[in-house]
């Protein structure tokens, strides 16, 4: 839930400053605010240098040291090592990368001692030199006597000239010779031995990074500290102080316990009208892993309503609706009993998240059961899984219905499948009315009247969805119960009025269709009448003429929710495919393709399931009840470390 906040004026005698900061922090629920507006203070550098510490031996976790090394017991001085040896390796390895180079531009010259060179030019009084030309030039230059001809490599030609003067020759680059090879790879050697001393140093750090996490929270909570005084003000030549600071309705009475052993005061002081107060946000169990996800998005404003188990309840049933298969759903149920078993501890942020798994692999789950759907697999028509699911209910249903009525849709289905004719119940309907293609047997009706059940299962979850919306801040817009009464006229009217179809409100036996017309098109008009003169009366001619045009956003958002059909019938489909490459590979060829097949379809329907499941909260659910652009609370607290 969002909690209200207070506004308090806080004071007392400066010499008490340092335990009132010191205790606010272990409470942890004063947000302070500085009353002059002053520069905030910088992390201080060795804290910034633990920070690039962890994020330097992230990279070298899991790695066998090989060496026995002392760690230093003081995270900073610890922090201040890692760096250096980060430092001197990211050297070490340019060096690497500039030897290797230099070796390769050389080794045409071949291995010598600049010290014979040197001899020879000062005995012989001759001066020596290395040239290099393209090898293109070399066919039609005119090479002088002096030069010796080495070799090409890499469309190069290479010379060693040995002349009485140092010559300049056209077309010719000379090159400088500082080391020769032989010594450019003894150096390299030397270079490389150290590289992976120095890595084993870093892999053996890497084990000791708890270390480092410590002195990492420690700095902080002591920058935090040191920030809130920063923001204090002194007045009466500085033998008092003062700061301001939200504070949570809830917690009110808890600060003047706090005070109460202190020279300290507090008075609740107005809300100014510039004062941007932030949004607290107090939740516990699937509330939490709800704030999580609206986090993801937005901040709530502090006047919003908490939307946390909304977009909670509504993600899981619309991620459950993409992936939809039972099979899928079990793995992510696997998955979250394999992370509880190898990491027993977690807490914070990653139990949160292994707790949205467990509720997203129990959605998904009992949604695939829902609609008979496991690993993409052909269920028989008579198989007891089948018919004990919900999507074959309903179809047996709409089928049973059909046969009642005898209608258009009936007589074609009789035509093309005369077996129909004699069927006894919705479910021998259903499985009559089928053909033989490719030596199997597709029963039409079925998979037809499971698409439609499906397709406006998404459009009823997409009213649903929205009705709540629109009925959380009813009190403030009017106009919102008009259009919840215009969304459920429309389902009942449009079926009957545009498409001639039958829906689950006629099948189900709870409204005749002439019944469902008559009173879908009363709440049609009547809902859009309502949504309109409300915006009249509760704000103005201007609004309620701007309120016509929401016709066309509340379609567009109702018809959104048919991406739950569309990605749902995606995955089966996907599946089914590799299911069936599979079977004509045999079993050994057909297993790994089954496996990579399913893999792939399970990346895509989980991206499919976060992406869109999300969506449909964050966009046309809030659209209507959603203000957003908060500030989230944030106490002066102490930082905890995960170690």
Same mark, same amino acid.
């Given at each position: 839930m969002i909690v209200g906040l207070h506004k308090y004026l806080i004071y007392g005698a400066k010499e008490e400053m340092d335990r009132f900061f010191s205790l606010a922090q272990r409470a942890g629920f004063l947000e302070f605010i500085g009353i002059w507006q002053k520069k905030a203070l910088e992390i201080p550098p060795h804290v910034k240098r633990v920070l690039s510490a962890i994020r330097i031996l992230r990279a070298w976790e899991g790695g066998k040291a090989g060496i026995e090394m002392s760690i230093p017991t003081n995270p900073f001085h610890f922090a201040e090592k890692v760096v250096e040896t980060n430092g001197s390796l990211e050297r070490l390895l340019e060096e690497e990368r500039v030897l290797r180079a230099e070796i390769a531009r050389l080794a045409p010259f071949g291995d010598f001692s600049m010290q014979d060179v040197k001899y020879i030019e000062l005995e012989g009084k001759r001066s020596i030199q290395f040239f290099c030309m393209k090898s293109s030039h070399a066919e039609e230059a005119q090479i002088p006597p002096e030069l010796i001809y080495l070799g090409t490599e890499y469309d190069l030609a290479y010379y060693v000239s040995i002349g009485k003067e140092p010559m300049q020759i056209p077309k010719m680059i000379e090159v400088q010779i500082e080391?020769? !090879?032989? !010594?450019? #790879?003894? #150096? @390299?050697?030397?270079?490389?031995? +150290?590289?992976? @001393?120095? $890595? %084993?140093?870093?892999?053996?750090? %890497?084990?000791?990074?708890?270390? @480092? +996490?410590?002195? @990492? !929270? $420690?700095?902080?909570? &002591?920058?935090?500290? +040191?920030?809130?005084?920063?923001? %204090?003000?002194?007045?009466?030549?500085? &033998?008092?102080?003062a700061i301001e600071a939200w504070v949570p309705e809830t917690r009110v009475t808890s600060l003047h316990g706090l005070l109460s052993n202190l020279s300290v005061e507090c008075e609740e002081i107005a809300i100014e009208p510039g004062d941007r107060m932030p949004t607290c946000m107090e939740n516990k169990g699937g509330g939490k892993v709800g704030e999580d996800l609206v986090q993801v998005y937005d901040i709530p404003a502090p006047a919003d309503k908490d939307p946390s188990m909304w977009v909670l309840v509504f993600f899981a049933i619309f991620f459950a609706m993409i992936i939809a298969d039972a099979g899928y759903g079990l793995l992510f149920l696997l998955l979250g009993l394999i992370v509880k078993w190898k990491k027993p501890r977690l807490a914070g942020a990653g139990k949160r998240f292994l707790k949205l798994i467990f509720i997203l692999g129990a959605s998904t789950t009992l949604w695939g059961a829902m609609t008979a759907s496991f690993f993409g697999m052909e269920i028989g028509a008579n198989s007891p899984y089948r018919k004990i699911s919900l999507l074959h209910y309903l179809a047996t249903k709409k089928a049973a219905y059909l046969m009642e009525v005898k209608n258009d849709v009936y007589q074609e289905y009789v035509?093309?499948?005369?077996? !129909?004719?004699? %069927?006894?119940?919705?479910?021998?309907?259903l499985v009559k009315a089928a053909k033989e293609q490719e030596g199997q047997i597709k029963y039409v009706a079925l998979n037809n009247f499971y698409d439609n059940v499906l397709m406006e299962f998404a459009i009823l979850m997409g009213i649903i969805h929205l009705s709540f919306s629109l009925a959380r801040y009813l009190s403030r817009n009017w106009s919102h119960l008009g259009w919840i009464i215009f969304m459920v006229g429309g389902y009942l009217y449009f079926p009957v009025a545009s498409l001639d179809a039958t829906s689950m409100v006629e099948f189900m036996g709870w409204i005749a269709k002439p019944y469902a017309y008559a009173i879908g098109q009363q709440l049609l008009y009547g809902g859009f009448g309502l949504a309109v003169l409300a915006a009249f009366i509760k704000r103005g001619i201007g609004a309620g003429l701007m309120e016509v045009l929401n016709v066309i956003q509340v379609f567009s958002d109702v018809l959104s929710y048919l991406r739950l059909y569309a990605l749902g019938l995606a995955g089966m489909i996907v599946a089914q495919t590799f299911n069936g490459l599979g079977e004509k590979f045999g079993i050994f060829a057909g297993a790994i393709i089954i496996l990579i097949g399913h893999a792939v379809n399970i990346n895509l329907s989980i991206m499919s399931g976060v992406i869109h499941g999300l969506r449909l909260n964050f966009l046309e659910w809030y659209h209507y009840c959603f203000e957003g652009g908060g500030k989230l609370f944030n106490p002066l607290r102490l930082r905890k470390s995960k170690h």
């Open positions: 080391r020769p !090879v032989g !010594v450019l #790879r003894e #150096r @390299l050697s030397d270079v490389k031995k +150290q590289i992976a @001393l120095h $890595e %084993a140093q870093l892999r053996a750090s %890497a084990e000791s990074s708890a270390l @480092l +996490q410590e002195g @990492l !929270v $420690e700095g902080l909570n &002591a920058h935090d500290l +040191q920030s809130a005084k920063h923001d %204090a003000v002194f007045p009466m030549r500085e &033998a008092l102080f035509k093309n499948y005369p077996a !129909v004719a004699s %069927a006894t119940d919705g479910h021998d309907f």
